[in-house]
């Protein structure tokens, strides 16, 4: 199903409008929030702001919204500049972190709000309020106070209450992160499935990495202000360009590496790389725990891999897997995870191991703002 | 009554009786002076007198009778109504600028504003008349409001800056981006909840109005005295028992509005 309930009646035209952000700037006192942002967001994709706190990505949703005017830049949503727009001509969805329902009003009144507002006729209003509360599961609740409905239930009215005006641009300051783990996994897809179904350009604000690849077409990842990398969630998990990617996304350990002539040197040992490297700045070499393999230790050299030789130190229980801490040179800790399937030999700790790791699986990246990702 | 405890714990009633007689004699010594004047009012003598020896109905047909008593109610109603109107405003707006506003000045700007009632009202009074002079507005309905509403803007700030303080402004923003300017996002989402604390700031500006002397006595002369200026006048010149009618349809008065903010404060609690 392309057309939802809500579009069915609903204006007609693109469900979503692609929005194109030039040089942005903001600064508050001497503190720079966001420094030079430029991003294109294409039309209908579902695009997450990830970032630490501070690194500017709710300062760029509400620059996307109009609550905060930058110093300088701009923002268009297709051909149109907003960027001196204030919020209420926008027509863009928006939901907030704490829900901010009214409270004075039923579920339904909630509803009603951004319609009434259009001069929608009551009869109208009536029919949208019924499928609005249909499309996030909440049928027959209107009359409901918002003080009786759970958290999860809260978040769909504010979800249902931003989509129900058919907004072409949704934009979403971390929804879920007042509810707890379970359900805020559960709302993940719901919100997924919900973009899917309406269309509309959807702007994601999450500091968690997870929620991010979950859910998102493209992640940007933000860090002081500006845009280190743009790209789909696989490519960002196993193509980092800088070191601070690399460590915000997954799990990983980093081991100083030198570079010179395009090639990399690990402790004297030169690195099998899936590609060449341009400069000579400090490096990392970014170990993901699950592409690491336990080698055996008769076999030397082995072709197709890179091999790191280290100590046991500690394994932990997770489950489903065993994460084993080894030490390398004693100054550095790298981990592997071995998945518990079948009868699997565990290293004790103090063994010397072996392991192993593919040349594409070869992340090695420059020191955290060294390179910058679209400028 | 309980006269030992039932449990090792409990504290018996007798226990704690210095408490409530204690409470009685407070709430004794801050209502009698007040009620006092009510069988006053009552009275058949010619002068104020308790407990009076005769009763009639006299001195309220001397309050309805007397041209001045009347004219000096209508100035005093209609200072306090523009008052209730230009405080509310002015205050319920002050304090939502201030509550919004993340400038630094506005700690300062709040202190300024609750000023008038922390100095004495007389100095306030003797300001207000030097300034009133020159731009002639002592013994005008406008400088009465405008005194008045100075006396009542911080009470307004203060009662309505409570209100707000439940109130997540985050609300304000859902609405602008749903499509309401910022005037209609206030009028639709704030004010309706923060309606019972603008209620309650109407009533006490409507109130502190009504009852101030101070002001009225320096800047409020000829046709425009107001009712507590008559009667302290009255009551200086003359004691005329007029004032304890007077005084009973006030008592009154204040309990119908007293009652009335408690009523919203209970709807606000809900």
């Not at chain 2, 504290?11 to 010594?29: M, P």
């Not at chain 2, 209609?78 to 405003?89: K, L, S």
């Not at chain 2, 309650?200 to 320096?218: H, M, P, T």
Request: aromatic residues 6%; hydrophobic residues 45%.
């Amino acid at each position: 199903m392309t057309s939802g309930p809500l579009r069915s009646d609903g204006m007609g035209g693109a469900a979503a409008l692609p929005i194109t952000i030039s040089n942005i700037r903001k600064n508050y006192g001497s503190f720079r929030a966001l420094d030079n942002v430029s991003l294109d967001i294409r039309s209908g994709e579902f695009l997450t702001l990830l970032g630490p706190s501070g690194s500017g990505k709710t300062t760029l949703l509400m620059v996307l919204s109009g609550f905060v005017r930058p110093d300088s830049g701009s923002v268009r949503f297709a051909e149109r500049e907003v960027v001196l727009l204030p919020p209420h001509k926008r027509d863009i969805g928006m939901v907030f972190q704490n829900y901010a329902l009214f409270p004075h009003m039923t579920v339904a009144g909630n509803l009603a709000y951004p319609l009434k507002l259009r001069h929608v006729h009551r009869a109208e209003i009536e029919a949208r309020v019924e499928k609005a509360l249909d499309l996030v599961q909440l049928g027959g609740l209107g009359a409901r106070g918002v003080d009786e409905l759970s958290g999860g239930q809260r978040q769909r009215v504010a979800l249902a209450r931003a989509v129900i005006f058919e907004p072409r641009i949704l934009l979403m300051d971390e929804p879920l992160s007042a509810l707890d783990k379970n359900l805020r996994e559960q709302m993940q897809l719901e919100v997924r499935r919900l973009h899917d179904r309406l269309g509309m350009t959807t702007v994601y604000v999450t500091h968690d990495q997870r929620e991010a690849l979950t859910m998102s077409d493209r992640i940007a990842v933000l860090d002081k202000g500006r845009i280190q990398q743009v790209d789909p969630p696989q490519a960002l998990y196993e193509r980092p360009k800088t070191h601070f990617v690399a460590d915000f996304i997954g799990e990983s350990f980093s081991l100083p590496v030198t570079v010179n002539d395009g090639g990399a040197t690990l402790f004297d040992q030169a690195l099998h790389l899936p590609r060449k490297i341009a400069g000579s700045e400090p490096y990392f070499l970014v170990l993901r725990p699950e592409k690491l393999t336990l080698l055996p230790n008769s076999v030397d050299g082995e072709a197709g891999v890179n091999v790191i030789k280290g100590q046991v130190r500690q394994s932990v229980f997770h489950g489903d897997s065993v994460m084993i801490y080894v030490a390398v040179r004693d100054a550095h800790e790298i981990a592997l995870r071995i998945p518990l399937r079948g009868n699997v030999v565990l290293p004790q700790p103090g063994e010397h191991v072996r392991l192993g790791y593919g040349i594409e699986d070869t992340i090695v990246v420059p020191a955290a703002e060294q390179a910058g990702g679209e400028r | 009554m309980l006269r030992r405890p039932a449990t090792s714990t409990q504290i018996t009633h007798l226990q704690r009786l210095w408490l409530y007689i204690l409470c009685g004699l407070v709430l004794f010594y801050l209502v009698v002076p007040t009620l006092l004047v009510i069988p006053m009012s009552f009275s058949g003598s010619r002068f104020l007198s308790f407990p009076p020896e005769t009763w009639s109905l006299r001195w309220y047909r001397a309050y309805f009778d007397s041209v001045e008593w009347r004219a000096a109610t209508s100035v005093s109603l209609q200072a306090a109504a523009w008052t209730t109107v230009v405080a509310t405003v002015t205050g319920t707006l002050a304090a939502y600028g201030l509550h919004c506003s993340r400038l630094k000045i506005t700690k300062h700007l709040s202190v300024l504003l609750v000023l008038p009632m922390i100095i004495p009202v007389i100095l306030l009074a003797v300001g207000v008349f030097m300034l009133f002079a020159p731009l002639q507005l002592n013994s005008s309905l406008t400088g009465l409001v405008l005194s008045h509403s100075a006396l009542a803007i911080p009470l307004v700030l203060i009662t309505v800056t409570a209100g707000m303080r439940n109130f997540d402004l985050n609300q304000e923003q859902v609405a602008r981006s749903l499509g309401a300017s910022r005037p209609r996002a206030f009028v639709t989402v704030t004010l309706p909840q923060i309606r019972n604390s603008v209620l309650s700031a109407a009533l006490l500006s409507f109130v502190v109005s009504l009852d101030e002397v101070v002001i009225a006595l320096l800047i409020a002369g000829g046709d425009m005295a107001t009712l507590p200026r008559r009667m302290f006048l009255a009551l200086r010149d003359e004691i005329d028992p007029t004032i304890a009618s007077i005084s009973t349809i006030l008592i009154l008065l204040s309990i119908l509005l007293l009652g009335l903010s408690q009523l919203l404060d209970r709807k606000r609690s809900k």
